[in-house]
């Protein structure tokens, strides 16, 4: 590993400082990702900015009923915590699906959202690869890339995102709490990360030195009800082949979708947030049929790889499952509970 310099940042100014003045530095907070990528010398940061003792690792309630899940809190904790279990159960199950509670213990909200690609030739620094060297090629697309993207996709790069939280909160219709040099700003979670196009090397939108500082859910609509699907390799924890977030509110009649939110995951280089599919559903009645139809116009815009086609069929039989399992709880009222 590089030798690196460290600073334990004691404010939001300091740390933002100390990123904008130390030449190649990298914030570090939980480091579940960060620590691995350098030990394989991917990253090679010559300076860490410690973020962990910065009071935002916060989960409060706001006036509303939205949540504000700080930027450092970590991902066992908002997996446990009763607000986010009774009122976005996605966003719970999605984390207790995505690492085991070692893990979960000491990831955090931003560094889950930061997390790099799990593309094998991204780490292998012997492999071309245009997202860790600009402009060298990507080797996955002529070898093995079976976990790799149906959905917007680029020459450059078929990566996907590995993350599960980041999933459920474009779903959820979250957004991210960012701070930097010129001040904050706020980014829905649909917009925060990146499609690939000619700069994969690019994984979020944010600008030089920002930090997240949290995640904001807004309040959950009566009678909705949310779930997180996922399918992968093993029954253990590994990362998802393809998963769905999906959230569904019925209409006074109890019959007609009023707000449907659909999300996929591992199926591109970002959460891919189904907006074809929900405008299909919106004000109809979520039969299996009618589910099956929206979900398959909006797979329509895959472009599998040569070995990775099973992931269209298999995401939408994801889809339509959760689909219908929210069905059968907004029409009988059941707890939204994990």
Not at 59 to 77: F, K, M, V
């Given at each position: 590993m590089k030798p690196f310099a460290y600073v334990r940042a004691t404010s939001l100014q300091e740390a933002a400082a100390a990123h904008a003045g130390l030449p190649g530095s990298r914030y570090l907070a939980g480091g579940t990702n960060l620590v691995d990528l350098m030990k394989r010398g991917v990253e090679r940061p010559g300076t860490l900015v410690d973020l962990a003792r910065l009071p935002l690792d916060g989960i409060e309630e706001l006036p509303g009923g939205a949540l504000r899940i700080g930027g450092t809190a970590r991902?066992?904790?908002?997996?446990a915590h009763p607000l986010v279990r009774t009122r976005h159960p996605a966003l719970a199950q999605a984390l207790l699906a995505g690492a085991s509670a070692q893990l979960r213990n000491a990831a955090t909200t931003g560094g889950n959202l930061l997390q790099r690609t799990r593309c094998a030739y991204f780490q292998d620094l012997a492999?071309?690869?245009n997202k860790r060297d600009p402009g060298t090629g990507c080797a996955a697309r002529d070898a093995v890339h079976r976990d790799h993207a149906v959905l917007g996709h680029s020459e450059h790069c078929i990566a996907t995102h590995p993350s599960d939280m980041a999933v459920a909160l474009?779903?959820?219709d979250a957004e991210v709490e960012l701070h930097g040099e010129?001040?904050?700003?706020?980014?829905p979670a649909t917009a925060f990360h990146r499609l690939p196009g000619d700069?994969?090397?690019?994984?979020?939108v944010l600008r030089h030195g920002e930090i997240v500082t949290a995640v904001l859910l807004p309040a959950a609509a009566s009678g909705a009800v949310s779930l997180y699907r996922k399918a992968r390799e093993r029954a253990s924890y590994a990362f998802a082949l393809a998963s769905v977030a999906a959230v569904l509110e019925l209409g006074p009649d109890g019959r007609r979708v009023h707000r449907v939110a659909l999300a996929f995951g591992g199926l591109a280089h970002r959460p891919w947030r189904a907006a074809t599919a929900e405008a299909r559903?919106?004000?109809?009645?979520p039969t299996a049929e009618a589910v099956r139809?929206?979900?398959?116009?909006?797979?329509?815009q895959a472009r599998p790889l040569r070995d990775n086609a099973y992931k269209v069929p298999l995401a939408r039989n994801l889809?339509?499952?959760a689909l219908a399992t929210l069905a059968r709880q907004a029409q009988d009222g059941q707890p939204r509970t994990p």
């Amino acid at each position: 590993m590089k030798p690196f310099a460290y600073v334990r940042a004691t404010s939001l100014q300091e740390a933002a400082a100390a990123h904008a003045g130390l030449p190649g530095s990298r914030y570090l907070a939980g480091g579940t990702n960060l620590v691995d990528l350098m030990k394989r010398g991917v990253e090679r940061p010559g300076t860490l900015v410690d973020l962990a003792r910065l009071p935002l690792d916060g989960i409060e309630e706001l006036p509303g009923g939205a949540l504000r899940i700080g930027g450092t809190a970590r991902n066992s904790d908002i997996a446990a915590h009763p607000l986010v279990r009774t009122r976005h159960p996605a966003l719970a199950q999605a984390l207790l699906a995505g690492a085991s509670a070692q893990l979960r213990n000491a990831a955090t909200t931003g560094g889950n959202l930061l997390q790099r690609t799990r593309c094998a030739y991204f780490q292998d620094l012997a492999a071309a690869c245009n997202k860790r060297d600009p402009g060298t090629g990507c080797a996955a697309r002529d070898a093995v890339h079976r976990d790799h993207a149906v959905l917007g996709h680029s020459e450059h790069c078929i990566a996907t995102h590995p993350s599960d939280m980041a999933v459920a909160l474009a779903a959820l219709d979250a957004e991210v709490e960012l701070h930097g040099e010129e001040g904050a700003r706020t980014v829905p979670a649909t917009a925060f990360h990146r499609l690939p196009g000619d700069r994969p090397e690019q994984d979020t939108v944010l600008r030089h030195g920002e930090i997240v500082t949290a995640v904001l859910l807004p309040a959950a609509a009566s009678g909705a009800v949310s779930l997180y699907r996922k399918a992968r390799e093993r029954a253990s924890y590994a990362f998802a082949l393809a998963s769905v977030a999906a959230v569904l509110e019925l209409g006074p009649d109890g019959r007609r979708v009023h707000r449907v939110a659909l999300a996929f995951g591992g199926l591109a280089h970002r959460p891919w947030r189904a907006a074809t599919a929900e405008a299909r559903l919106t004000g109809t009645e979520p039969t299996a049929e009618a589910v099956r139809e929206a979900v398959e116009a909006e797979l329509a815009q895959a472009r599998p790889l040569r070995d990775n086609a099973y992931k269209v069929p298999l995401a939408r039989n994801l889809a339509c499952d959760a689909l219908a399992t929210l069905a059968r709880q907004a029409q009988d009222g059941q707890p939204r509970t994990p």
